[in-house]
Structure formats: C-alpha cells, structure tokens
C-alpha cells in the first residue's frame, strides 16, 4: 500500500460522524485544494474537533468511545482510512497540530518541547545539528528566540508565548497539513489576530492550513475561505467579505460582539 503524497488536497465524502449517540456530522461533502487557508467556525461543542481529528484517522478515540464513521476522507486521491497502521503514522508525521491548551510538556524546557517531533518520530535518522538547526529557523521566524533561554519551561509563560512555541512545534516538522484547534479562544482580540496571522504565514511553501475556531473577528483578516458547522451541516460562507455579509444568526451575532467589542 502507498503512502500518501504530502501535498494536502482533502476531501471529505457524506461524512457522518455519530459519537456516544450524538451526531456531530451528517453527510459532509468538503473539498480543500492543496495549499489553502480554512477556517471552520461554530459554536463550542458543535463538533469543529471532529474535523482536525478525522483528517489525522481520530487520534485516542477508542471502541468503547462509541465512535460510528460513515463516507470517506481521501488526501491526494486516498483513503485515509485505507492506511495500515504504519502508513497513518507516516502522514501523521507530516500533519503540524496545535493543540487548544498548547498541549506543551511540563518537565522539558522549550527547546526539547519544539523539537520534540523530530527526536520522537525521526529519531537517529536527522542529525543533531540538523534538530538544531531547524529550532532556530522557527523560533527566529516567529520571534521567540529569547524562549529558548536554558531551563525556561511551558509554566513560566504566558497564554501566547505557549501558543507559539506550540505553533513552532507543529512548523519544525516541515508540514504539509498544519491544524489549529481553536487556539485563540479566550484571548484579547490583538493576540488573537497576531496569532492567526503567523499561522497563517507559516511554515512558506504549499501547506493547507485549517483552523477550528468559536469566534470569527480574529480570523478575518488572514483567512481566506471559511466554513460553519451548525446542527452537523458544513455550510460554505466564503471568504472574509461574504462572512460581513452573511445573514447566517451565529455569524451576525459574532460580528456584533465584534462590533460591541470596540
């Protein structure tokens, strides 16, 4: 069996998702041309994770989680779902994920946390000055290169500092799939717009970015193509102009929020 091609070209097909016997997804057709940048909104708890974690064969989800998947997720003409167990891990290996909370390690410092990726997956294959390397590369083109001060771990930073040294995380791996699941939630409105913008600029190259994501004014001004996920139904709403101009009630709600916030 082949491993998938890292280009990033995604498509779901009437994808149904029913877990615990709700149904977060009802026949979801969807399809993400290599290299564009995706923003898929809702409300919490609709289901947005489900998105991110189908494109990665849903990570940690077990039998007992009474998970039932119907349809297909194909990259690059395959079926993810196709994949051996040795294959998933490949492509997982070239998917960059930012986790909500960071998902950062408490006991290692931050140069160990970036790099972490490499040494875990690549092992004795990349050299130790090429890890190196690599973790200043990131850090310099997101700024936080005084981060990777000796000792210094997650929990002396604060709530963008460990976003970014997530992002710079899941950038070291040189992705073609980089997924944010809605990172910026319960951030003040000009990190949470810094922060999509250099998730959106990284890492250079063909790379398809989604984001998940419950508020929308940070994300209008560097995402390129949004969805919404209301009651399991994907709808399109376009880029940012047609969002402003959606009657959709959560979209015009988020706006005045926005609106109200200023």
Known sequence: ?????????????????EVEGRRFLEGIDLKIPAGQTVAVCGQADSGKSFILRLLQGLP????????????DIVVDGESI??????????????????????GLIDNMDIGHNITLPLVYHEGSDLATEEVEKRCQHVVASLGITHLLKPGLRPVMLNREE????????????DP???LADDPVNGLGEAVARRFIAQ??????????????????????ESIERFLLLDNGELIELGDAEAVRKSHHPWVSAELGCQTAAF
Do not use: H
């Not at 940690?60 to 998947?69: C, N, T």
């Open 1 to 17: 069996m082949s491993v998938l091609k890292p280009t990033g070209a995604i498509e779901f097909v009437n994808v149904t998702l």
């Open 81 to 102: 779902y196709d994949l051996n167990e040795s294959s998933l891990r490949q492509v997982r290996r070239r998917m960059g994920v930012v986790m909500r909370q960071g």
């Open 162 to 173: 460990k976003l970014l040294v997530a992002l710079a995380r899941a950038w070291i791996v």
């Open 60 to 71: 940690g989800m077990q039998k007992e989680d009474k998970v039932r998947l119907w349809g």
């Open 199 to 220: 998730f959106c600029q990284c890492p250079a190259g063909v790379c398809t970015r989604i984001v998940g994501a419950s508020r929308l004014g940070p994300l209008l």
């Open 176 to 178: 073609y799939l980089l």
